[in-house]
């Protein structure tokens, strides 16, 4: 091997290695929403709510977790979706992530035995409904700042710690599509064309992901897909059209956090008639904004793909 073929070879060794020890740098991050706690003292009134504050503003500063905006949480008790308390219980966790992007829940209560002052904070996987616990008492005069700072490090070091019961695994694309090919294989598929636009906020798309993931996951089922630029389009059977649209969220360090959401409905075109409708909230990081964005609609189109097509199979 001469002199060059070993320095090409040294320097791409070099770039394999600084690439593998970057990713092994970047956090895992953990999108997390948080409940206002429940008081079950009469005279602890609106105590509650200081608790999720503190609990709020440190978990804040924990470069692995990502909190979800307390606004997106308001949007959900005014759509009557569910009150903004602890009881929340593992059941109604997957719709929560569904419609926040959290993949983690903390709620809580808080209660006066004798003259003790406890906090108990429930922490809940939205993916695995996996629930854990975390706890701290005090004397009833000891101060609720205190106390609540402390509860916040003990729901850190749980997160940390339990994070992958918490959080479920990863499953590939592939594995996506062969379960959602089989479940479709013996029902009949009407024609689709999709249209779904996308935007996000204080930047210009540059490709409709959401879009081109919902083509992918109707092709690969087996239905037939009709370009929606083309006259052929008002043929099809059914249309699934939707909007999307991504903000940035955070940012912890070098890792950019971006909060995309996706609103879909399938409408069968002779008809008029609405088969199905649906929407998703993603959180998702990279090092870059725009490829967390794009990462972001795709997995929510994803998502939503899985259960708005056997919808649409069966109409």
Do not use: C, W
């Not at 975390?134 to 609720?144: L, R």
């Not at 749980?158 to 996506?176: F, G, M, Q, Y």
């Amino acid at each position: 091997m001469n002199n060059m073929a070993m320095m090409i070879a040294a320097l791409t060794l070099l770039l394999v290695a600084a690439q593998s020890s970057f990713a092994n740098q970047a956090p895992a991050v953990y999108p997390t929403a948080i409940f206002d706690f429940v008081e079950k003292s009469g005279h602890m009134s609106g105590m509650g709510e200081k608790v999720s504050d503190i609990v709020f503003a440190n978990l804040a500063m924990d470069p692995t977790i990502t909190l979800v905006d307390r606004e997106e949480m308001e949007k959900l008790q005014d759509e009557a979706v569910l009150n903004l308390s602890g009881m929340v219980n593992a059941q109604q966790a997957n719709q929560i992530g569904m419609l926040t992007g959290a993949r983690i829940i903390v709620t809580g209560t808080i209660f006066e035995i004798e003259d003790k002052l406890i906090l108990v904070a429930k922490i809940i996987g939205t993916e695995t409904s996996r629930v854990f616990g975390a706890t701290v008492k005090g004397d009833s005069k000891d101060s609720i700042v205190d106390l609540s700072e402390a509860l916040s490090a003990r729901i850190a070091a749980t997160i940390s710690s339990s994070a992958e019961s918490l959080v479920a695994k990863p499953v590939n694309k592939e594995d996506r599509l062969a379960a959602l090919v089989k479940k479709l294989e013996s029902t009949e598929k009407p024609s689709v064309t999709v249209a779904i636009s996308e935007h996000h906020v204080n930047r210009k798309t540059t490709d409709p992901a959401a879009e081109t993931e919902m083509i992918l996951y109707s092709t690969e089922a087996g239905f037939e897909v009709i370009d929606n630029l083309s006259d052929k389009a008002r043929t099809a059977d059914v249309l699934i059209s939707g909007e999307g649209f991504t903000e940035f969220a955070t940012r912890k360090g070098d890792i950019v956090g971006v909060k995309a959401r996706l609103e879909v409905k399938a409408i069968d075109q002779q008809t008029k008639k609405i088969i199905a409708v649906d929407r998703q909230t993603v959180i998702e990081v990279d090092l870059s904004e725009i490829i967390a964005s794009k990462k972001a609609l795709e997995r929510a189109s994803a998502r939503i793909a899985e259960r708005i097509l056997p919808k649409i199979a069966s109409r």
